[in-house]
């Protein structure tokens, strides 16, 4: 039946992360056909980064229900409850276990599904390493998202290269752009410098100390300046990535000025008051450019694969602390801009069209989909496949091993406060333990 402005679509998106959950929402009302009513339903894969209430109220997306599960569980309910299209905002380890449990549920059978969701996946920033590695990942989709034209292109060459189905690939945008565009320097007082941290670059502790005093040496210089340090998680709390060495507790050594600051909060909102956004390689690098903010991304530390600053080369963007704090004011590269999906043209308001009548077409198909067909198989990688599939609690057919956590309620209170404290725990030995002994390492 095709989409009718009065059908509502059913939209269920699984996120192991907020900055995932955030990607994989938005991505969901921008890719849902037109005039259809979403109703959106967010599943959290339980882990060592599921987001806390804070990190979910930060993220201002709202889902008209919310659970927590692990893999198992998840895969119950898409047996159960009849999705019109699916979004699995996870690493790609992640992904493509999915793609083989939901294969199983949705297979022929007694228990198989007459009809099964449109499967939606991509990466929430820049691709800057394991390139194949996490595209063979989340092969298999019906949807492949790249969040540009040149991601595009990588995409489709790695498929090719390996002779699996490209057909999958399809560029849009990252769904998160917007916001009014930077007008120019004189527009607010006082001028704001932001500079936008990550969770695990650097990872040293000496050149996140590096970074850290640099910027507040630029409070220090510039005293008519707002000077911001804009973090994503607070302590005891996981994003996307482990952050061992929190800038809250390195900034506890300093005596910084007082128009320097620690902000926290929805990244569009910072920028709405930012003149110039610097960081190392963060995604907030592409929001900022949207804006057509001058942007910095950093070269104290080299140019470099580990910092994933590589990316940046050709966008005029790159520059150092010596040079800002000269007054240098980087001007990008508008043919590499382009090329980011960044798209400062106007263009944003078109980006996923394809993407959205991509959804459209296989809603519509005659007869459903096909099965899911994954790149790996236990045919194509009998020694990494099960191994991933394991870390899910499923076996090389995509079956729940024995075992594995499925309870069919949730969680009563006593498991919840051990479930948390044990995550405190651990959060704890990344953040406090692990440094320690690899410095005891190192005598």
Known sequence: MPVSATKTLRVAVLADSDTRWKWGALTANRIAPEDSDIRLDGYLLRGRATPTARQLEEVGVQADALHEVTAVQFLRAMREEPYDVLVLALVGGGVQAMLHGLGRVWGDGPAGRPKRPVVVTGYVGVVYEKLADGLLLRHGADLVLANSRQDADRFRAVYEGVGADAGSVTEVALPFLGGAAHTGEGERDPYTVVFAAQPSVPESRKDRTYLLNRLIEHARRHPEREVLLKLRSKPGEHTTHIEELPYQKLVQRFDPPSNFRLVYGHMGEVLDRTDLLVTISSTAALESLHRRIPTVVLTDLG?????????????????????????????PDEEWVSRQGVATDGSYATAFDAARARVAELLDRPGGLPPLAPYYTPVTAPGYLPGLLARHHLGPDGTPLPGAPAADKEPGPVRQIVRRAARGAYRHGVQRVAPVVRRMGEL
Do not use: K
Request: with cysteine.
């Open 303 to 331: 140019v470099r694969e580990a910092l994933g600053n590589h990316h940046f080369v050709g966008s005029g963007c790159l520059a150092s602390w010596d040079q800002l704090d000269a007054g240098h004011r980087p001007v």
